[in-house]
């Protein structure tokens, strides 16, 4: 059963990023939805912060879980086509579905630079689905192997998604680096973390070039 344990992490990890970006959206909706409601706004506020923790903690475990599996894959030896399949899905679905939950919110409360957050997050969830299809219809079922920029890009993915959640679970931290009462309360760190998703949706296009670009021969 120890063998299969790799394959586990990565399926823990793709179960769990729908429950990621319901979680966060939720976290990020309650307070825009409980304001026209002063007297139970601060239940409302603390059903958000709740919200957030949960978010926050599912979605360190599903990150970590990507660190393990690898690790787990290696000290057992094992390497399965499923699981280097369902692996770069897994990740895709991690990271897109917070980020389109992210975007939806952004335009519902009118935050500046939305339709760039909104921009960013379609690049990436697009480049990642068709990515998803080529590998799935190449002929072996795998297409080419993850590239070592590739695995950057899901790196400063994972960034751009913990953003959001690991400050909408922590209030504390982000009024003491003077962002206000939340995540977008600041607009220079808004600016700051939607450059950021534009840098990564910029490298995402280019990782897809590098994909369909076809080997120079010898």
Not at 118 to 128: K, L, M, N, P, Q
Not at 192 to 217: M, R
């Amino acid at each position: 059963m120890i063998k299969h344990l790799p394959n586990a992490l990565t399926v823990t990890r793709f179960v769990l990023a729908p429950f990621v970006a319901y979680a966060l959206y939720i976290a990020l909706s309650l307070p825009l939805d409980a304001a026209s409601e002063p007297l139970t706004y601060p239940e409302r506020l603390a059903e958000a912060e709740n919200w957030a923790l949960l978010a926050a903690g599912l979605f360190v475990f599903a990150a970590l879980t990507d660190l393990f599996d690898g690790m787990a894959a290696r000290a057992l030896k094992t390497d399965s086509k499923f699981g280097r399949i369902l692996d770069p899905i897994a990740d895709k679905a991690l990271v897109g579905l917070p980020l389109l939950a992210v975007s939806v919110h952004a335009y519902r409360a009118d935050w500046p630079f939305w339709a760039a957050i909104a921009a960013g997050s379609v690049i990436i969830v697009g480049r990642d689905s068709l990515m998803t299809i080529l590998r799935l219809t190449a002929r072996d079922g795998e297409g080419a192997r993850v590239s070592s920029l590739a695995k950057w890009k899901t790196a400063l993915e994972l960034v751009c998604v913990g953003c959001p959640v690991l400050l909408a679970a922590a209030p504390a931290i982000v009024k003491t680096i003077g962002a206000g009462d939340g995540f977008a309360a600041s607009p220079s760190l808004l600016m700051g973390w939607t450059g950021l998703l534009g840098a990564t949706a910029a490298l995402s296009v280019l990782t897809a070039v590098q994909y369909l670009t076809p080997p120079k021969s010898s």
